[in-house]
């Protein structure tokens, strides 16, 4: 089970997704009341040992009460804290801030640092930060959403069909919510990639049961041999499908048996 399907499922239960926050997120995933909290543990390419000393020493001193004191008292490299900051751990700590101006702060901050470590001096760095530093506006939404894909591995803050509204606008299909509607026709339905199981045939053929959704249900799909090995490459957790086929029920279970697959 994936962490997109963890993710989609519980906020189809009606739970509040909480981003990562440096203060706030543990490495796993945190369950209070009505909202998940992502783990720190879904943060692609972060160093696990300097994750944990950070939480570690949250645990023993407390949270951070500023960027600057989190960059004073970790040891992380540069190139973990800005996936940190991409992903927008610092976002609650630092809400007059810009996650570009943060990045400036910690270009600004391993530069002058480094080079008082070879004088043998303190930075001032460590002290106070810089006013002389870029104060960059935040980045546009569509530079904000990729650098979550690329720190998070996909989409938590919305689901992502929605950055395809005017597309699927454009389309006629139908909502997997209401598949039960339509048992024994041929649809179009649009799903993005959840998860899937491969298994094979008496005849020893590939074939696959594929889990997709779309914004309204995670819903039931069979790739048979044909399908899948006509269609089986294009099935990613990149992009949107649209899936066709006929909608089939057997012991209560409504599922898609997909002919036709394409790029939205």
């Known amino acids: 089970y994936s962490a997109f399907a963890y993710i989609s499922e519980s906020r189809r239960m009606g739970l509040e997704i909480k981003m990562p926050d440096i203060n706030h997120s543990e490495w796993q995933y945190i ?14 390419s972060i160093n696990r040992g300097a994750m944990i000393d950070v939480l570690k020493y949250r645990r023993e001193k407390g949270p951070f009460s500023s960027f ?30 810009t996650r570009p101006q943060l990045l400036w702060q910690l270009k600004s901050y391993f530069a002058v640092t480094q080079t008082d470590r070879k004088k043998g001096t303190l930075s001032l760095f460590e002290v106070e930060a810089s006013p002389n530093l870029p104060q960059p506006p935040a980045f546009d939404e569509e530079t904000t959403l990729q650098q979550e894909v690329e720190a998070l591995g996909f989409l938590i803050s919305r689901h992502p069909l929605t950055l395809y509204r005017a597309q699927l606008n454009e389309l006629s299909y139908i909502k997997g919510s209401e598949l039960k509607k339509y048992i024994g026709q041929r649809i179009t339905c649009i799903g993005w990639f959840v998860t899937g199981k491969v298994t094979s045939t008496k005849q020893e053929q590939m074939m696959e049961f594929i889990s997709f959704e779309d914004t309204t249900a995670i819903y039931e799909t069979t790739f048979f041999p044909k399908t899948y090995d006509r269609f089986i490459h294009m099935v990613s957790s990149d992009r949107p499908l649209i899936l066709r086929g006929k909608v089939e029920a057997e012991f ?13």
């Open 68 to 97: 600057h004191h989190f960059l004073q008292r970790t040891k992380m490299d540069a190139a973990d804290i800005a996936i940190l900051i991409k992903a927008g751990c610092f976002d609650e700590l630092e809400p007059g801030q």
């Open 31 to 44: 369950g209070k009341n009505k909202s998940i909290r992502v783990g720190l543990m879904q943060l692609k």
């Open 252 to 264: 209560g279970a409504v599922t898609l048996s997909v002919d036709q697959v394409e790029f939205v």
